[in-house]
């Protein structure tokens, strides 16, 4: 792989603080060094980065890329339906994607990630309609390989009929044993937990209104065994339905099945109590904050400063298009931060400060992944970053704090550049190698053949 010398970055924001007027060189996967007036080995590209900041690659922790078919639909506006309502349209419509489907979805997904400073992407795939088969997952793959984004697989499934409370049709359920089995298969094939991996899987059960306990127990055991992640739905409005039916709420019943824990986190979080958000803390579980499904669905915004105070570990997510019409993930990084400002004066814990915010979007992300090597800048770490040319009115007066620029005043354009893993994904124009315009109509193409 190439080497890369940035020449002269305004600011070089690393995670732990920024360094201004300096160079940073990779070399293959890695960072090899941050500094000022660095010498290039032969053969090392420079890249005049006069004005450039250059953060950290940002680590999306939870998404459905499969529901970038149903983007921008009336039909489909949660302002004016119900939640069963809701559900009644959108599962009828996943049940008819293919398999081709889902992998233009996941296209569409990573290459929008890529093109604002998303460099690692964890998709939760839960849904597996017959027609589309079993190799759902081994097209996203095959997606991330082609964006050149660093992938975390998080193989879902529904394993719960409708006639016993689910909310997912017939054609779309699982057995836990086939929903075992493929898992085993994906972890023989793609699963590499080696320093920069590209290609990770997790157990991830859809949610637990939607699976038997046993999916659960045997997730665990399985992702254990294998020394994998645990990811699942929680606390988005189910806990009241989980007690009627188990006699616990949802962060209880899991926690006596056993599914918690450091190699655990949940995406959402926002009906929780604070003492449920203190054994969350206690058993290490972390928390993927999806920030903007806030807007159609949360009964209440997510308590991110009592998250923040109790130390849980805490992620961004974009979530899927049935509540985030985006894959931006450095627009949720600037929503998070806003949406917590807006119910600061209702809330008994001070909002986190801007830059922590970032820290979420990167080395917060990076922990609920269990990876050691990216989600900060610095020498042997992962070359995962994304650079704003910084040289535009739309920063003006803004240059003076580059670890808060992003959740306070937000940025509204594609990045300068995206590197992954010390190759340039995106180069703010376009992905090297590719042909933009021929990737969307490719999949406006397959998006057609499903009647919406």
Request: with cysteine.
């Amino acid at each position: 792989m190439p080497a890369y010398l940035f020449r002269n970055c305004a600011a070089i924001i690393t995670g732990t603080g920024v360094i201004r007027d300096a160079d940073l060189l990779t070399e293959g996967p890695a960072i090899r060094a941050i500094g000022p007036a660095l010498t290039a080995p032969e053969g090392t590209e420079l890249i005049d980065a006069t004005g450039w900041f250059l953060y950290p690659g940002l680590v999306n922790t939870h998404h459905h890329f499969f529901q970038c078919f149903v983007r921008n639909r009336v039909g489909l506006d949660w302002t004016k339906l119900s939640v069963i309502e809701w559900l009644d349209r959108i599962y009828p419509i996943f049940a008819r994607l293919t398999e081709d489907c889902f992998y233009h979805a996941s296209v569409t997904a990573l290459a929008e990630l890529a093109k604002h400073g998303c460099t690692t992407a964890f998709d939760h795939q839960y849904c597996f309609p017959r027609k589309a088969g079993k190799r759902i997952i081994d097209r996203q793959f095959e997606a991330a390989d082609k964006i050149g984004l660093r992938f975390h697989a998080g193989r879902g499934t529904n394993t719960l009929p409708k006639s016993e409370g689910s909310t997912i049709p017939d054609e779309m359920l699982e057995t836990t044993d086939e929903y075992l089995a493929d898992c085993e298969r994906l972890i023989g094939v793609y699963h590499d937990g080696a320093q920069f991996s590209m290609r990770q899987v997790a157990l991830a059960p859809c949610q637990p209104v939607n699976c038997y306990a046993e999916t659960f127990t045997q997730s665990i055991a399985l992702a254990r065994q294998h020394g994998l992640m645990l990811h699942s739905h929680v606390g988005e409005g189910e806990s009241e339905v989980i007690r009627q039916r188990h006699g616990l709420r949802t962060v209880d019943y899991l926690e006596k099945l056993g599914f918690c824990g450091p190699d655990t986190f949940y995406a959402h979080c926002w009906e929780l109590t604070e003492g449920e958000l203190a054994q969350m803390a206690a058993t290490g579980t972390g928390v993927s904050h999806c920030p903007e499904p806030v807007y159609l669905v949360g009964a209440e915004v997510t308590p991110i400063p009592a998250m923040h105070a109790l130390g849980i570990r805490v992620g961004l997510g974009c979530d899927g298009a049935a509540s985030n019409d985006n894959s931006n993930l450095m627009h949720c990084l600037h929503s998070a931060y806003m949406l917590q400002c807006l119910v600061a004066p209702m809330r008994s814990h001070p909002v986190p400060e801007p830059a922590d915010f970032l820290r979420y979007g990167t080395s917060g992300g990076a922990s609920l992944l269990g990876r050691a090597d990216i989600g900060t800048l610095a020498p042997g770490m992962a070359a995962d970053l994304f650079a704003i040319d910084t040289r535009r009115m739309d920063y003006v007066g803004t240059r003076h704090d580059p670890e808060s620029l992003i959740a306070r005043v937000g940025i509204g354009t594609a990045t300068d550049l995206t590197m992954v893993n010390g190759r340039i994904v995106w180069d703010g124009e376009g992905f090297p190698g590719l042909d933009e315009t021929q990737m969307a109509a490719e999949a406006e193409a397959a998006l057609a053949t499903i009647t919406i």
